[in-house]
């Protein structure tokens, strides 16, 4: 069974703020694009770094509103987010 990784969300000067936990850095960067405000128009980077590691994966991610599923539970609202990511690369660090 695969273990979760903790990925930490960088900006753009290299701060860290924020832990998305997941199986694979999609998963993360999914969670991240969800609280968002990227468009499909205007996607926003997501840059999420493996801790333990000098890996940093690069995603462009947005969301958009779409309907609920036919058999949703009764407490969910008829339209919701949908997260949306693509891989763009990933980088090394040379230091952390």
């Known amino acids: 069974m695969a273990q979760t990784r903790n990925f930490v969300l960088r ?3 290299g ?6 936990t997941g199986k694979q850095p999609r ?5 991240v694009a969800n609280r968002g405000s ?3 128009s205007k996607p926003e980077t997501i840059r999420l ?6 890996k940093v994966h690069v995603f462009k991610g947005w ?5 609920a ?17 693509k891989k763009v690369k990933i980088e090394k660090l040379d230091e952390i």
Do not use: C
Request: glycine residues 6%.
């Open 11 to 13: 900006d753009e000067k």
């Open 15 to 20: 701060n860290e703020h924020g832990v998305f």
């Open 27 to 31: 998963q993360a960067a999914l969670k």
């Open 38 to 40: 990227g468009s499909k």
């Open 49 to 54: 770094r493996e801790r333990g590691t000098k």
């Open 63 to 67: 969301k958009e509103m779409v309907d």
């Open 69 to 85: 599923p036919k058999n949703k539970p009764d407490w969910m609202p008829d339209k919701i987010n949908k997260p949306y990511v």
